[in-house]
């Protein structure tokens, strides 16, 4: 059985930050990627400094050169399925059925999207988004689409966009605003359609327009979508990590879960989005937690 000093589950920024950090200790590592990471649909990824408008696969491949130049550093794309506790260390089993055995399991698998209306997922990532700060500056200006279901997320996501385009419409398929947000966003100009939504009309990713059930058809070349999120998996309901009120893992802040060995980054944390670097950062932290827990384990 193959034996190693951590296992990293998830190659997004969190994991590939993690296994640097954790590859430069000298640590002898596996990091399990199955290339499901939520941003593969994006074209271009902003925000990273020094890597602005860089797409998601080239951002993964450079990481993954610069890991490749650590011999302790191992990568594979199996699927990680199981994870039982045997005494002291973990086993892992994959989808190929294989085993492996590790002293520390650091979880960034990070999270997936659920929208409101499917066709959504067809623009997702071109010309609908869900992130103002990742995409704002580039649909400045532009007759943007809201497409969102809840007041909470609806009056937020509006009040946040106005700053990169005033052309705002809100689509609520079929749920209510109540009045004192309907007026706020009258004396702004920002009309409400509270119908359902019935299809999104477009090219190759492209949004045209959004169909109404009315029989309405409002031309957007745009927009920001809230939708909900999800762990893509259940690693750490099988390990036991204890979760919040909010589903949240609970950590110490440096990474570390309720149990003993495991730790998260990303955000596999909190099931919410994140940014790159934020993410990136998560995953440097928690690395030197297990290094820390490691060096003290073994001096």
């Known amino acids: 059985m193959y034996q190693y000093d951590c296992i990293i589950i998830g190659g997004g ?63 594979s794309d199996q699927t990680v399925i199981e994870i039982k506790k045997d005494d002291q260390q973990f086993v892992l089993n994959t989808s190929n059925n294989i085993s492996y055995l590790t002293e520390k399991i650091l979880l960034a698998t990070g999270i997936q999207e659920e929208f409101p209306i499917p066709q959504i997922r ?74 359902i939504i019935k299809n999104l009309h477009g090219d190759e990713g492209n949004l045209y327009s959004i169909e109404l059930e009315t029989g309405e058809n409002i031309v957007r070349s745009g927009g920001f979508v809230v939708p909900s999120f999800y762990r893509p998996n259940n690693l750490a309901i099988q390990l036991n990590c204890q979760v919040d009120e909010n589903g949240g893992i609970i950590t110490d802040n440096a990474g570390r879960t309720t149990v003993s060995g495991v730790y998260v980054a990303g955000e596999t944390e909190k099931a919410g989005p994140s940014s790159l670097m934020i993410a990136a950062a998560d995953g440097f932290k928690a690395a030197t937690s297990i290094n820390l827990d490691l060096t003290l384990l073994r001096f």
């Open 13 to 75: 920024s969190a994991g590939l930050s993690a296994a640097l950090t954790l590859g430069r200790a000298r640590r002898k590592i596996l990091l399990f990627d199955n290339g499901t990471n939520r941003n593969r649909v994006t074209q271009e990824s902003h925000g990273y400094v020094t890597r602005d408008g860089i797409k998601p696969h080239e951002f993964k491949e450079i990481a993954i050169t610069e890991l490749q130049s650590y011999p302790s550093i191992s990568i």
């Open 122 to 195: 067809q623009y997702y990532g071109k010309s609908l988004f869900s992130c103002p700060y990742c995409d704002g500056w580039e649909l400045k200006d532009k007759p943007l689409a809201i497409i969102a279901e809840s007041e909470a997320h609806i009056n937020h996501m509006t009040k946040l966009l106005y700053n990169w385009s005033q052309d705002l419409i809100v689509f609520t398929n079929g749920h209510q605003l109540s009045d004192i947000i309907q007026n706020e966003f009258q004396r702004k100009k920002i009309m409400v359609y509270t119908a």
